[in-house]
């Protein structure tokens, strides 16, 4: 048996892998960082074997409440991910499991690669209502890139979203195949008329470094860009600084902030609640985003979800709650579980990348709801 992690977006440690039932591993750490509960590797050579892979180190990660009722994921293809049994116990993480193929993958949540982002972008820049711009360089190097959708124009609304602040959020990556090519289908009504009344100013990855190093939270750095915005610098956080003067420069209506949650299994929205400015008119255009979500695709929720904060208590370092108030506008974060979706449940798959797309398409819907409120 071989167990092996060095490819794009890879993270695992081997400590025993000599006997199939009893294979022993550990989560590497995210660089600068004590976060960790990403994993993603491949297993060759245990085919039809019963193999038990134990992550030793399950009980320190990140969320551990994210191990309970939770599955991971796997695939032999690598296209089409399934859940498997796992059990968390005693502060391990058993994943079961009897390959049919000499070959196959594991992770926390099926992966994006930087790969399939740079096939993204590459293909979109073609078309004619998209424009691709690089922001400047990451820490390792790495562009980061921009997607400017729509013809900017007097009136016009600016609308920001970006996604995998967090780089083993990849189902917020997943959620971008959805909405942007719906955005620029000539087919689709609600994406022209959005068009019509708004540019988009779109960012699929905030965070090249940490996805490619296998990171859960951080960038190349250590830093959690989520909690960055106040005061970034160009040594620990050039991403966020990047984005935030581009935002300064054009200016901001409305801003989404794509993300997964670890422990619960809920599609749900965060507002900005406990921002100096938070008034009446957000409060209905939040409300108005999500109850426009909700109806255009069930899988979304208004029930769960994180507790408002309290006036005067937003802690201005996160995206949303910087944006809203420096930019006097409305800014929602999107949450997607790893695990399944407790309301609407799909065993098989559990809350899987074509169900993130679908939502995905699902916030033009939303988007459309309440543009003429922004």
């Known amino acids: 048996m071989h167990i092996n992690a060095a490819f794009d977006g890879g993270n695992i440690e081997v400590i025993s892998a000599e006997r199939a039932d009893d294979i022993q591993l550990n989560i590497r750490a995210d660089h600068n960082s004590d976060f960790y509960q990403w994993f993603y590797f491949r297993l060759s050579g245990a085919r039809g ?44 993480l058993s994943i079961m499991h009897e ?14 690669s930087m790969e399939r982002l740079g096939d993204f972008i590459a293909g979109l820049q073609t078309h004619p209502k998209v424009t691709q711009r690089t922001l400047g360089q990451t820490l390792d190097g790495q562009p980061l890139d921009q ?14 979203i970006q996604a995998r602040q ?3 959020e990849t189902m917020a990556s997943w959620w971008m195949e959805g909405f942007v090519p719906r955005l620029i289908d000539p087919n689709d009504a609600i994406a022209r008329d959005l068009l019509e009344r708004a540019v988009f100013y779109v960012v ?7 996805s490619r190093r296998g990171h859960l939270r951080t960038n190349a750095a250590g830093a959690n860009l989520n909690r960055e915005w106040l005061t970034p610098t160009a ?13 300064a420069a054009i200016g901001v209506d409305f801003c989404l902030d794509v993300h997964g949650d670890e422990t619960l299994p809920y599609n749900f929205i965060a507002g900005t609640h ?25 899988d979304f929720q208004l029930v769960h979800g994180y507790p408002d904060n309290s006036a005067g208590n937003a802690n201005m370092n996160m995206c949303t709650n910087y944006v809203a108030e420096t930019f006097d506008c409305v800014a929602i974060t999107l949450e ?32 459309h709801g309440v543009i003429d409120r922004l």
């Not at 997607?336 to 033009?364: I, N, V, Y």
Request: net charge positive; proline share 10%.
């Open 49 to 92: 074997q019963t193999c038990n892979m134990k992550i030793l180190n399950a009980a320190g990660a990140a969320y551990p409440g994210g191990w309970e009722n939770y599955q991971a994921v796997a695939s032999y293809d690598r296209q089409r991910w399934f859940r498997v049994p796992t059990r968390f116990h005693e502060g391990v």
């Open 99 to 112: 390959p049919v193929h000499n070959s196959v993958y594991y992770a926390y949540f099926a992966p994006y």
């Open 147 to 160: 997607l400017v959708i729509g013809e900017p124009g007097e009136g016009k609304k600016k609308i920001w």
């Open 166 to 168: 967090h780089p083993g």
């Open 204 to 210: 699929p990855n905030m965070n090249p470094d940490g």
């Open 235 to 247: 040594e620990n956080s050039p991403e966020v600084l990047l984005v935030r003067e581009q935002m």
């Open 274 to 298: 406990g921002i100096p400015s938070w008034d009446e008119k957000r409060l209905n255009v939040h409300n108005g985003f999500g109850q426009a979500l909700r109806r255009a695709n069930p």
């Open 336 to 367: 997607m579980p790893f695990k399944d979706t407790a309301d609407t449940p799909q065993p098989r798959e559990g809350w899987s990348p074509e169900r993130c797309k679908r939502l995905g398409a699902s916030a033009l819907d939303a988007l």
